[in-house]
């Protein structure tokens, strides 16, 4: 068992909420506080401003009619944060006049740190771009220029003594939620420039290989696009379908949603290819692969919000056996293709890289056939295009919780592609996806770097980080 033993003068110390439960003082809380106040430190609010969206900012200028407006801004929230990386798969947005004439407080400028503080999840970043409008659930955290690196603080909320101080002050509720005023608490450990310039060279090169690799994707996704003409893709607006009894009953649905003509459109340039077409059964096996529990075995789960809807890069979940979901059915192996059957997560599409894994069955699971027609990076491809990713809600049963099942990715068709332009696509996800690794890579070496920097001294951390970029054949200088 794991215990603190405080003194009530302890207690009120720095504590004007007076917070007296186990889980604020947590042994591994109060040790990692005692580690970084043993070094030069200062508060958040002392090197930076930290502020949100007032809660009437939101209700008033957040309404159906500003977020509708085409002239506008994109509005980050917490589901746009990822650990260094802005993930723009989904967002809002808010009318630029409404903006500019009622919201400039929370005009976001390059160089701000944005911080998710509410939900199950904490994560920090670092802006490299202007242009973006603060949004619900996430505060900003502006530069003062008094010594401090925007993205030395990011890396340290983003690092795992960041991360312990974070889930200290999250309020225990069902939303757990982090005060401004406990943020502007957190006390950041003072290092060196020339050691800050290192972190802030690696997040500068991560965020470089990111915006690369979206490049690189991009030329895929619109190479695959122009290929059977769905590029720039507009469905043609109809009131209304007319179909055949036999249609209805072939299919088993006579809901409207499934008969929108937009998908016949779809499906029309899909089965127009010149090449031909196919279904994806035929193209792909379907991984079906149960696994022995153990349950005192530690599997890396992968769930559907394991899944980066934006990049495809996958971060499992590591969970004891005892404690696996249910739904943890499936043995994955490298170069599975996992396709979401969630409405809410529809885009969470990814290739894995591990035959390490265990899949969610929210997941359909395909593998390439030896002698294939389709590989899967060009299936990764097709899938995640807009067109296609509208196809699939042709399919969706269910309204609270809308799904698809295994037949209805299996029945989906697909072009045969011209080889040629799948070797283009495949070269582009493959360079694609070492950039992405590269990039996680920098980001968890510059938070190692950060957190041994605070633990041990600047010399040793430096020294490590320098080894490990020589190891990925980076060099800084």
């Known amino acids: ?55 009437f900012e939101y209700t008033e200028y957040f309404t159906q009619e500003n977020m509708a407006s085409t002239d506008n801004y994109i509005a980050l929230t917490s589901k746009n944060i990822q650990n260094e990386e802005l993930n723009l798969q989904e ?64 890396t340290f909320l983003n690092s795992r003594l960041g991360q312990v101080i974070l889930d200290k002050e999250k309020t225990l509720s069902a939303q757990p939620t982090v005060a401004m005023s406990r943020i502007r608490k957190i006390p950041i450990p003072l290092v060196s420039e020339s050691f800050q310039n290192v972190i802030d060279k690696c997040i500068k090169l991560k965020y470089f290989n990111i915006e690369n690799s979206k ?66 059964r035929s193209l792909f096996n379907q991984n079906k692969k149960s696994f022995v529990l153990d349950k005192d075995t530690k599997y890396n789960y992968v769930e559907i919000g394991s899944v980066n809807t934006s990049n495809g890069e ?62 899967k990076e060009t299936l990764y491809t097709f899938l995640k295009l807009k067109p296609i990713l509208d196809l699939t809600l042709k399919y969706n049963t269910g309204t609270s919780y809308p799904t698809i099942t295994d037949e209805d990715v299996l029945n989906m068709p697909i072009p045969k592609f011209n080889q040629d332009i799948q070797s283009v696509i495949k070269k582009n996800v493959q360079e694609c996806k070492k950039m992405q690794l590269q990039s996680k890579q920098l980001l968890e070496i510059a938070k190692r770097g950060v957190e041994m920097a605070i633990e041990e001294n600047e010399d040793i951390a430096t020294e490590w980080i320098n080894e490990q970029l020589l190891k990925l054949g980076i060099n800084l200088n």
């Open 1 to 55: 068992m794991k215990y603190s033993i405080v003194s009530f003068k302890n207690v009120l110390t720095d504590n004007e909420i007076f917070r007296y439960d186990a889980d604020y003082f947590h042994p591994n809380a109060l040790k990692v506080l005692s580690i970084m106040k043993s070094k030069k430190y200062c508060l958040i609010e002392k090197a930076f401003d930290v502020t949100k969206l007032a809660g």
């Open 91 to 154: 967002y809002i947005t808010i009318d630029k006049l409404i903006a500019d004439g009622n919201l400039k407080r929370s005009k976001l400028q390059k160089g701000d740190v944005i911080l998710s503080y509410t939900g199950e999840y904490r994560r920090a970043l670092t802006l490299f771009e202007d242009n973006y409008q603060l949004g619900p659930n996430i505060c900003l955290i502006r530069n003062k220029d008094l010594g401090l690196k925007s993205t030395y603080l990011s």
């Open 215 to 280: 490049k690189t994707y991009k030329q895929a996704e619109e190479l695959l696009s122009k290929e059977f003409n769905l590029s720039n893709w507009q469905p043609k607006y109809k009131l209304y379908s007319i179909k055949k009894y036999s249609d209805v009953k072939n299919v088993n649905r006579f809901d409207a949603e499934y008969f929108q003509p937009k998908y016949d459109e779809i499906i029309e340039k899909i089965k127009s290819y010149p090449g031909g077409w196919d279904y994806i």
């Open 314 to 375: 996958i971060t499992p979940e590591i969970i004891s056996g005892r404690d696996l979901p249910a739904n943890a059915k499936i043995k994955l192996f490298n170069g599975d293709i996992l396709i979401s059957k969630v409405r809410t997560y529809r885009g969470a599409v990814a290739i894995i890289e591990s035959s390490d894994y265990i899949g969610s069955g929210a997941f359909a699971v395909l593998q390439e056939k030896t002698e294939t027609i389709i590989n």
